[in-house]
């Protein structure tokens, strides 16, 4: 294990908390499980990557954390009612739900089928839908907190990579709509949205696109942020320090969108 997985011993563990994070597995999931945990959260990491997120969960575990390895298809309404039942069932209860699963196709509009587009937003936009509805009860019972991961993509347009703007730019608007709704539930709504972030999707949306040498030159910049960067500022938006904070749109992309 490397030594980013490190965590605190329990017996120096905060309040319990139990977090349900989706896209555990790897990238900027895993990154927020291992964060969280350290943070003395319970975490319950959900994938489709069964055997990759059993694996991330055992680390945690093996350094003094807490944390349970659920298996889940974000595209099935059905799979998501089950894991919110499984998490409540199996931790007791749920605190904070952060939505992180998403995938890509670098396409525009012109070049993407309808399978692919109703793939698109069946998991990076009417999962966040089905799983805040199914965590609800759970979170105005605890006061709890939501945290989304958008991206700068939801804000400004990228040139084909049209539909992924549109599904995310949806969660944006999602995020402000519920956090208007829950307002009187004390239940916080909050979003993140990342820049360019070094993870497998990042690897493999510039291999797509033919230019894996632009991940180096993004590197050399510095503008190509490590998962970690994320992960305190969801980590941030899912404790106390943040509870007057709720239908926020955080950025994460050391300015590259006010740089233009
Ligand atoms: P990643 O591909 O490295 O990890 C995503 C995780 O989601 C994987 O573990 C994958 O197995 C899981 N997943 C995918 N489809 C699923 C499904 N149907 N059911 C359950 N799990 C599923 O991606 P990442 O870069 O860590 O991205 C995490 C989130 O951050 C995504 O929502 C992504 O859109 C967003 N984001 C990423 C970047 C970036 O530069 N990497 C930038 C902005 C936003």
């Known amino acids: 294990m490397s030594t980013t997985t490190q965590i605190l011993p329990t017996a120096t563990a905060l309040p319990e908390k139990v977090a349900l994070i989706t896209g555990a597995a790897r990238g900027i999931g895993a990154a927020i499980a291992v964060r969280l945990a350290r943070d003395g959260i319970t975490v319950a990491l959900a994938d489709i990557r069964l055997a990759a997120v059993e694996q991330l969960a055992e680390e945690i575990r093996q350094s003094g954390g807490r944390a349970v390895a659920f298996g889940v298809d974000l595209a099935g309404a059905d799979d998501i009612a089950a894991l919110e039942v499984s998490v409540r069932a199996t931790l007791g209860q ?11 196709q670098p396409k525009g509009f012109a070049d993407s089928t309808v399978e692919e587009w ?17 965590a609800l009860p759970e979170l105005r019972r605890r006061h709890g907190a939501i945290i989304n991961i958008a991206s700068t993509a939801g804000i400004r347009a990228q040139a084909d990579n049209g539909p992924y703007c549109v599904a995310k730019s949806g969660v944006i608007m999602l995020t402000q709509a519920l956090a208007q709704e829950l307002l009187a539930d004390g239940v916080r709504v909050n979003c993140v949205c990342p820049g360019a972030v070094d993870t497998p999707l990042m690897k493999e949306y510039v291999h797509a696109r033919g230019m894996p040498e632009s991940l180096d030159e993004l590197a050399g910049t510095g503008m190509l942020l490590p998962p970690e960067d994320v992960a305190s500022v969801v980590a941030f938006l899912a404790g106390d320090g943040s509870r007057s904070v709720t239908g926020h749109i955080t950025v994460v992309d050391r300015g590259a969108l006010i740089a233009g």
């Open 94 to 104: 749920i605190d904070i739900l952060v939505n992180n699963a998403g995938i890509i």
């Open 118 to 134: 109703d793939r698109l937003m069946a998991v990076n936009l009417r999962a966040v839908f089905l799983l805040c509805r199914a």
